[in-house]
């Protein structure tokens, strides 16, 4: 897993300031054993970002089954403050030990579950034209909420035949996400 980060101002650009130093608290869990805490500190480049990689490997003698987790906490930002733009909202810069963890697994993902959601609740459309436009989402997940399943087959359907023809077949993508596009 790589976390970027990078400077921006207070609209969200990015400030091309080298020299910027952080400090990060990082502690690798294996089955809620520590492996230690240690403090990493880096410095912005020439694009006022850096990235930092983390990777959990079996050198340890793992177990099949077991899990490790990451905990990831911006120690000293330079009075800046910090962000979090992760998918899983994991970083934090409060010390907090409740802090959410980046888990690993060495067990395979097996899809469990189908969220479907559409973007737009309400559609204001005119009587002339082609009327309004929405689209509807499902993703498949796996234990982990990641998404999974590609070129599995998912099956829209709708109680209103004047939405779209009852029974729609979308593939999902690497992702396991299927869209359908429909109309008034």
Do not use: C
């Not at 130093?21 to 520590?34: K, P, Q, T």
């Amino acid at each position: 897993m790589t976390f970027a980060f990078r400077l921006a101002d207070a609209n969200g650009d990015p400030v091309p300031e080298p020299g910027v130093e952080f400090s990060l608290g990082v502690e690798r869990l294996v089955n809620a054993h520590s492996f230690g805490y240690d403090t990493v500190t880096k410095e912005t480049g020439g694009e006022g970002s850096f990235e930092i990689m983390f990777r959990h490997t079996d050198q340890d003698d793992e177990e099949l089954g077991d899990t490790a987790q990451l905990d990831l906490d911006v120690l000293d930002s330079g009075m800046l403050e910090v962000t979090d733009l992760t998918t899983v909202g994991m970083l934090t810069d409060d010390g907090n030990s409740d802090d959410r963890l980046l888990d690993w697994s060495d067990e395979k993902g097996v899809i469990t579950s189908l969220r479907l959601t559409v973007p737009e609740i309400y559609v204001v459309a005119s009587s002339e034209g082609f009327g309004a436009r929405n689209r509807a989402r499902a993703t498949l997940t796996d234990q982990y909420g990641s998404g999974v399943g590609s070129r599995e087959t998912i099956r829209f359907e709708s109680t209103d035949p004047s939405v779209m023809p009852n029974g729609t077949d979308r593939t999902t993508n690497v992702g396991g996400v299927a869209t359908l596009e429909y109309r008034r």
